[in-house]
């Protein structure tokens, strides 16, 4: 809502008006949002079927039921004719994971086992935490320092799904 909206009612002394706009405009702005801008056109997102051992199958599998989870639109799926593509790699880089657009509808997600091998307590729940993240950036999620998955710093061995800030802000962009 303009800014002046409020003014006008307020110089009008209506506060029962003001209030009314006062509160829409706080609950229906994500005051808090945090996008990049850089992700898929759509929340829903295919990528090309990836096979790993079980050690590394089962926690990016359950990255993409984490998202699925959640009461967003965001929608993991494989499928064979997708040009997106999950790569696990030892690279001689120091992150653990990155994320690249490569169109409207396509991305490619690479995780280095080197530095999640050596950094990880909790393999699993670390694997996790990486794909969750690296997803959050295809849905257009930036970095933050909020209670988030998209914060660089949080604890990659017991954060593993999206929280509620994450949520809502993928809620807002779609």
């Given amino acids: ?12 002394g209506s506060a029962a008006a003001a209030a009314v706009i006062l509160l829409t405009t706080t609950s229906a702005d ?38 699925n989870a959640t009461s967003s639109p965001a929608n993991f799926y494989k499928n064979s004719t997708s040009g997106s593509t999950i790569t696990v790699k030892s690279y001689s ?23 999640i091998n050596r950094d ?12 969750v993240h690296e997803f959050g950036h295809a849905l257009n999620l930036a970095h933050n320092s909020l209670t988030s998955i998209m914060n660089t710093s949080r604890n990659r ?13 993928v809620n807002a962009y779609y």
């Fill in 157 to 169: 061995n017991s954060m593993t799904k999206p929280q509620s800030h994450d949520v809502a802000d």
């Fill in 30 to 67: 994500p005051a808090f949002a945090h996008w990049n801008g850089t992700g898929q056109d759509i929340a829903s997102i295919h990528m090309y079927p990836y096979n790993y051992n079980s050690t590394w199958q089962t926690p990016m599998n359950k990255a993409l039921a984490n998202w």
């Fill in 120 to 131: 990880a307590s909790n393999f699993s729940n670390f694997v996790t935490s990486t794909l």
């Fill in 93 to 115: 880089n120091t992150w653990y994971g990155t994320y690249q657009r490569c169109g409207g509808m396509c991305m490619y997600v690479r995780l280095n086992s080197r530095t």
């Fill in 1 to 12: 809502m303009p800014s002046g909206v409020l003014g006008r009612a307020l110089r009008r």
